[in-house]
């Protein structure tokens, strides 16, 4: 999907929010770019993964582009 931009992806932004069902740990509602490290990585390989996040910029934050991902991705 990333590499074709095929299907197009719905913004996150203009759909309708669920506040009394849904917890939303996350303010911005944008698409996001990338994954999360898994919890426990930062347990079991805490020397890495301190590292990788010191070079995002300090936060594990999955808005903030990988290095690699130049282009936006095609949503409507």
Same mark, same amino acid.
């Given at each position: 999907?990333?590499?074709?931009?095929?299907?197009?992806?719905?913004?996150?932004?203009?759909?309708?929010?669920? $506040?009394?069902?849904?917890? +939303?740990?996350?303010?911005?509602?944008?698409?996001?770019?990338?994954?999360? +490290?898994?919890?426990?990585?930062?347990? +079991?390989?805490? $020397?890495?993964?301190?590292?990788?996040?010191?070079?995002?910029?300090?936060?594990?934050?999955?808005?903030?582009?990988?290095?690699?991902?130049?282009?936006?991705?095609?949503?409507?």
């Amino acid at each position: 999907m990333r590499r074709s931009d095929y299907p197009v992806v719905m913004d996150r932004t203009k759909l309708e929010k669920f $506040e009394k069902d849904f917890t +939303y740990d996350d303010k911005n509602l944008e698409t996001p770019v990338r994954l999360r +490290y898994p919890i426990l990585e930062g347990k +079991y390989n805490s $020397e890495n993964y301190n590292a990788a996040i010191q070079r995002m910029g300090g936060s594990d934050d999955w808005h903030k582009r990988m290095w690699w991902d130049k282009s936006d991705i095609n949503v409507k």
